[in-house]
Structures are given as structure tokens and as C-alpha cells.
């Protein structure tokens, strides 16, 4: 450059500092680039922008950068950073005007003077409520699930459970719960009323989600562990009851040969029989026997049913607080549940009714459910709708109000009637086809491409894509796609939509089809450890 305007190179040094140079300079570029200086009603546009802004994110730096890039986008020049910086902070004080005046139905006078008995010390308590709200169970013990209820039992009684505050965006009520969580009664107190009311609401509004799904979760996690105790004494129980078993045994064979001697007489195999085995060991040895008998679908279901007194501690006031909802209109289990509930809220004990629903129960759990007089034992009908209960909890068949972790599924989706206004721009920004037959045909063509580079990939000898083995080395267990698996699979997945269990579907289909499971290295077969290809072999079953 400094040849073409024949000028030292150090010249460059001494240009741009007259004012009207760069004044000149700027001018020029801003012309180039399409940009203009801002004008009064952009700033008035940009504060209302922020405004929104402010109500879905708090953080300065973060609307400062979100500010930056809407000026850029718009091609406005940038004014000063001290500007902007009193731009932001007008924003988050009108973002605080109108978060309290969106929740004034909710805020008053009664509630304001409630909320404030929150952050004042109680004497029976010996601190202040919120700070006992704030206070999480440590383990799934029956009193801390106990303490977890009566939690969420004030809070409904209260009537955190109406509030409606759709208004406020999720991460503006996340984000005014996160600092009314980690703030002193003090620090809340000190607070002007236009701020500390929106958060004690927030705050009290996740701390009912919060707690339900903690609820549910010490439920999940109780469940489990009382379970886990009745293999653990199951497996103490068989190890105890072999030597027993062999000494029946014994007694079996010599038995059976006096039975199968032709030579002894059929009405002297009785005394012979006492001459070999004494009939007081055989009866001691048959009544043993009655205890050794153990099911064919051996659960531990029995040992299970003696933490049944341990799970009636907390188990009625879990069913009593928690409302639960089921997927189809008509679902038998929740039926099920109800029955325990009337059970409960007897004053007198009474039997289960004959007429309560049954198909729920699985084949195991069938021979514990009728006693010998045809009656259903309460005990193993309560605790079989617990367990199932909880494997629908896990599996989303079932769902819990007023919870976060354990929502309806329904939720997570965009709303059928919001959908098609939506729709386009989803479209936009995925660029998926507007047709959902083109995106069919597409997810195919990409399918046979990716095929076909799995079968090049398996025809060569060796490969550097394969990380710790060669392809040479590798096989896939095309046996394993036996008729039977594909049998069951098909089964499942034609099954009514209400009836089919998604974690089935899941664990079949994966079971099945994922064949990433089928690759495995003959060089290290005994350990029994697969490895992913790096191929598109993820992408396809996905």
C-alpha cells in the first residue's frame, strides 16, 4: 500500500489522529456496511425489547451481549458501553414492575401478610418457616418421607396448589426461586415489597414441585430397598436350607429303593420303610419339607410382604397427599390404588372386596394374592399395586400433579393448538421438509447410503475407523436375529397403544434391532465386551 501511494511506510503511523479524519473514516465504513447511527426511537425499541429479555433472563452480561447482537442484526451502530449499561438496568427495574404486577392476583393483602410470617421465627419450631420448607430429606426412611408429606401438605393447604403462574416465563420463575432459595429470611426481609413478593411466590410455587418429586422419589428408592433386603434374606434363607435339602434327599433314596425292591412285599413296605427312616424323623422331615417348597417364579415375594408393617408408616399418607393420573381414561391400576385408599380411610380394618381389579397382577405374585379360604390378602394386594405402581411411575404410565420429574409426558410436547402456528417456523429452523412424505422418502435414501458404507466397511480387510480392532477380526452375529425375537418384538409393538408399556417397547426394540450390540472382537471374545464402530451405524437406528 505504501508503495502504491508512494508514502514511507511509517506514514501510517501519523494517519487518523485529526478528529475529522476518522469522523470522515467512520462515516465511510458505516456507508459501506449498511449501518446508521441509532436514533431515539431505537432506544425506545431496544428498552422494550430488553424488557422481554429481562423477564426470561436476569443476568446484565447476558442481555448486555443479546443487546449487542440485535444492534448488529439491525445494522444500528453501537452507542457508547455506558449507555447500553443504562439501558439494561432501566429494563431489569421495568422486568421487576411488571413480574409483580402480572402476579397481583394472587398478591393480596391476606397473602402479602403470609407470605411475611414466612421469614419470622416461630418459637415451636425454633426458626422460620421457609427456612423448614427449604430443609431436604437426607435419606428414604419412613420419617423422612413423612417430613417430605407434610411439607407438601402445607403447602396445598395454603394454596400454593392454584396458583397459575403462566405468566411469568419458566426461567424467570427458575430464576427468581434459584435466589429466594439461596437468600437469608433476613436478606428477604430487607428486600422492598416489589421484589421479595414475586420471590417468596416462586420460591413456594417450585418448592411444591420440588418436594413431590422428592416425594416420589424416596417412594421409588424405599421400594427398592425393601426389596433388595428380601433377596439379600431369600439368598440367606436357600444357603441355610441345603443341608436341610440334602438330608431329604437321603431320606428320598432310601425310600425309594424299599419302594422298588420286588422282593419286599407290598403290605410290609410300610414297616420296612420305618425300619430304614424312624417315622418321627420322616414326619420332622416332611414338615421341614413344607418350608423348603419354594415357587417356580421364585421373586422373594414373601420376604417382601414382612416390610409390610415398615411400609404402612408412610404408604397411606403418600397415597392421601400425592395425586396421581394415569394415561388412558380407564386405567386398573390407579383402580387399584383407590381401593387402598378407601381401605385406609376405614375406621374399622376390613377385607379387600372380592370384586377388585386384578389383571394388574402379574403371574408371581399370584399365588400370594388368594389365601386358602379364596379371600384376597390385603397384604399382598397392597404391596403388588405399590410395586406396580412404581414401575409405572419410572415408565410414565402414570403421572403426579403439581410434579416436575414426574409430570404428564403430555407436557414436554408443544400443545395441539398451538402447533399450527408454530409449525413453520420449526420447519425454518430444522429445514425439514413441509411434507412429511418427502422426509420419509429423504430418512430412506439416507438409510440405503448408510447401508451400503456398513457393508464396505465389512468387507474390508482391516480399517482405521474401527477403534481397537480390525474389521478382520470382527463378526456379526447374524443368529442372534433369531424368528423368536423379531416374534416378540412384533407382539409388542402391535399391542394397543394404551396398553403398551414404553419401557417394553424400548427394551425389546433395543433387544432386537440395535445391532450395535452384535458387534463384538474374536480377539477378546472372552471378556465378553462389545465396541462401537465409529460408523453411521448410531445414526441409522436412532
Same mark, same amino acid.
Given at each position: 500500500m505504501a508503495r502504491q501511494l508512494a508514502l514511507p511506510p511509517e506514514a501510517i503511523q501519523d494517519h487518523g489522529h485529526r478528529i475529522k479524519t476518522r469522523t470522515t473514516h467512520l462515516q465511510q465504513v458505516q456507508a459501506y456496511l449498511g449501518f446508521r447511527p441509532a436514533l431515539p426511537l431505537d432506544f425506545e425499541a431496544l428498552t422494550s425489547w430488553l424488557v422481554d429479555r429481562a423477564l426470561e433472563h436476569?443476568? *446484565? /452480561?447476558? %442481555? +448486555?451481549? %443479546?443487546?449487542?447482537?440485535?444492534?448488529?442484526?439491525e445494522q444500528i451502530v453501537r *452507542?457508547? #458501553?455506558?449507555?447500553?449499561?443504562? +439501558? !439494561?438496568a432501566t429494563a431489569r427495574e421495568q422486568a421487576q414492575a411488571e413480574t409483580f404486577q402480572r402476579l397481583t392476583p394472587w398478591l393480596t393483602p391476606a397473602c402479602q401478610t403470609w407470605l411475611d410470617g414466612l421469614l419470622a421465627p416461630e418459637l415451636d419450631m425454633g426458626r422460620t418457616r421457609l427456612t423448614w420448607l427449604r430443609q431436604e430429606a437426607t435419606s428414604h426412611a419412613a420419617s423422612q418421607i413423612l417430613a417430605t408429606l407434610e411439607k407438601i401438605l402445607f403447602l396445598k393447604e395454603a394454596g400454593v396448589a392454584q396458583w397459575v403462574l403462566a405468566d411469568l416465563t419458566p426461567n424467570r420463575l427458575k430464576w427468581l426461586a434459584q435466589g429466594g432459595w439461596r437468600a437469608t429470611p433476613q436478606q428477604l426481609q430487607r428486600m422492598p415489597p416489589l421484589r421479595r413478593y414475586p420471590i417468596l411466590l416462586a420460591v413456594l410455587h417450585q418448592a411444591l414441585q420440588h418436594h413431590t418429586d422428592i416425594a416420589v422419589e424416596l417412594y421409588d428408592q424405599c421400594l427398592w430397598a425393601c426389596y433388595t433386603d428380601a433377596r439379600q434374606e431369600l439368598e440367606e434363607f436357600r444357603h441355610a436350607a441345603a443341608r436341610s435339602a440334602n438330608e431329604t434327599l437321603i431320606f428320598f433314596q432310601e425310600l425309594g429303593q424299599v419302594l422298588l425292591d420286588p422282593t419286599i412285599d407290598d403290605a410290609a413296605v410300610r414297616a420296612v420303610s420305618f425300619q430304614h427312616v424312624p417315622e418321627a424323623v420322616l414326619r420332622a422331615a416332611v414338615a421341614d419339607t413344607a418350608g423348603l417348597i419354594r415357587p417356580r417364579q421364585d421373586a422373594a415375594i414373601d420376604f417382601f410382604g414382612k416390610r409390610y408393617s415398615y411400609l404402612r408408616q408412610f404408604v397411606p399418607a403418600w397415597l392421601r397427599t400425592l395425586i396421581l393420573h394415569a394415561q388412558g381414561p380407564d386405567d386398573t391400576l390407579l383402580r387399584a390404588v383407590d381401593v387402598i385408599r378407601t381401605l385406609d380411610q376405614a375406621s374399622t380394618p376390613r377385607m379387600v372386596p372380592q370384586e377388585t381389579p386384578m389383571p394388574m397382577v402379574p403371574e408371581p405374585w399370584r399365588p400370594y394374592i388368594r389365601e386358602r379360604g379364596g379371600d384376597i390378602s390385603r397384604r399382598y394386594y397392597e404391596l403388588c399395586t405399590l410395586w406396580q405402581l412404581r414401575n409405572a411411575l419410572r415408565a410414565g404410565n402414570v403421572w403426579v400433579a403439581h410434579s416436575r420429574r414426574y409430570a404428564d409426558p403430555a407436557t414436554y410436547l408443544i400443545p395441539l /393448538?398451538? @402447533?399450527?402456528?408454530?409449525?413453520?417456523?420449526?420447519i425454518r429452523q430444522t429445514g425439514t421438509p413441509s411434507e412429511g412424505l418427502h422426509r420419509l422418502q429423504e430418512r430412506e435414501a439416507e438409510l440405503v447410503t448408510c447401508l451400503a458404507q456398513i457393508d464396505r466397511l465389512l468387507a474390508r480387510k482391516d480399517s482405521d475407523g474401527v477403534p481397537g480392532a480390525s474389521v478382520a477380526n470382527c463378526t456379526v452375529s447374524h443368529k442372534s436375529f433369531? =424368528?423368536?425375537?423379531?416374534?416378540?418384538? &412384533?407382539k409388542v409393538v402391535k399391542m394397543p397403544l394404551e396398553e403398551r408399556r414404553r419401557t417394553d417397547?424400548?427394551?425389546? @426394540? =433395543?433387544?432386537? #434391532?440395535?445391532?450395535?450390540? $452384535?458387534? $463384538?472382537?474374536?480377539? $477378546?471374545?472372552?471378556? &465378553?465386551? /462389545?465396541? +462401537? *464402530? &465409529?460408523? *453411521?451405524?448410531? $445414526? !441409522?437406528?436412532?
Open positions: 436476569d443476568k *446484565p /452480561t447476558l %442481555l +448486555l451481549q %443479546l443487546a449487542c447482537d440485535k444492534l448488529r442484526r *452507542p457508547g #458501553i455506558t449507555r447500553v449499561e443504562r +439501558l !439494561i /393448538t398451538e @402447533w399450527p402456528q408454530l409449525r413453520p417456523e420449526v433369531a =424368528d423368536k425375537e423379531l416374534s416378540s418384538l &412384533s417397547l424400548r427394551v425389546t @426394540w =433395543d433387544r432386537t #434391532i440395535l445391532l450395535t450390540g $452384535y458387534f $463384538y472382537d474374536k480377539k $477378546y471374545a472372552h471378556r &465378553s465386551k /462389545t465396541f +462401537l *464402530p &465409529s460408523s *453411521p451405524l448410531p $445414526y !441409522i437406528f436412532c
